[in-house]
């Protein structure tokens, strides 16, 4: 009995890694390392194409052209759509006047507007009063319901929906907003501070929107000197930049 418990056993010998490894199983560990390379690469080349098509095509239908997010009837925004970044105008220092204390925009959209309107401020152009900025989908759709055909957008395809707009008048304006020296100084200055005028009303054809003289969209200082040169609608530019 002494001399069976004694005896070695082959079978102990491989378990504790006596037996020397052969050269098949290092050609299976090669094998392994090639075969997570090749996963690595699929991979990579699936995240690649993953961030191509979200950056290309946005949210949902939306387009993300050249970085400027383009909303209209074409490319409108999805119902649960909104920026995360929303600033409180009324809590933030400000050099405007506001219609209420409820209107929102994007801080960087917010940062610009400062800019702008403190510069027009020492101007001496005074008296802008910011009538609205950002609406939700539902928002929208209520204006929309209460609204004569063609003076508001279907819910999705206003641009107010993104946070990166603003409407603006001028208080104590007798003759309409583009009579005032305000909004000459706006035409001549906004682009300097990342600013368009959204809504032209020579290129109706080209926006979808007949009329829109206060409206102005944040697109960076960049695209905007390029837009203000060019003279061209923000769905031309971003044809032209695609």
Request: hydrophobic share 35%; with cysteine; glycine share 8%.
């Amino acid at each position: 009995m002494t001399e069976i418990k004694n005896q070695p056993r082959p079978e102990n010998a491989k378990k504790t890694g006596a037996q020397p490894k052969t050269g098949k199983r290092r050609r299976r560990r090669g094998m392994s390392a090639g075969m997570k390379a090749l996963c690595a690469v699929i991979v990579l080349a699936l995240m690649g194409g993953s961030f191509f098509a979200g950056w290309h095509f946005g949210v949902e239908s939306t387009r993300f052209q050249g970085r400027i997010l383009l909303v209209n009837e074409a490319n409108p925004l999805p119902a649960d759509y909104a920026p995360d970044d929303l600033v409180n105008l009324y809590e933030e220092r400000h050099s405007f006047r506001l219609i209420s204390a409820d209107i929102q925009v994007t801080r960087e959209t917010y940062e610009a507007m400062e800019r702008m309107f403190a510069a027009a401020e020492a101007e001496g152009m005074n008296g802008f009063t910011v009538l609205s900025g950002y609406r939700t989908y539902s928002q929208q759709a209520q204006l929309y319901a209460e609204s004569e055909a063609g003076k508001a957008l279907k819910p999705g395809c206003s641009e107010h929906q993104t946070g990166l707009c603003f409407d603006v008048s001028v208080a104590d304006s007798t003759s309409g907003l583009e009579s005032t020296p305000q909004f000459a100084w706006l035409l001549k200055n906004a682009w300097k501070y990342g600013f368009i005028q959204r809504y032209p009303a020579n290129k109706a054809d080209e926006t979808g929107v007949s009329r829109e003289p206060g409206h102005f969209r944040y697109v960076g200082e960049a695209a905007a000197k390029e837009i203000y040169e060019s003279g061209l609608s923000l769905e031309r530019f971003i044809e032209r930049n695609t």
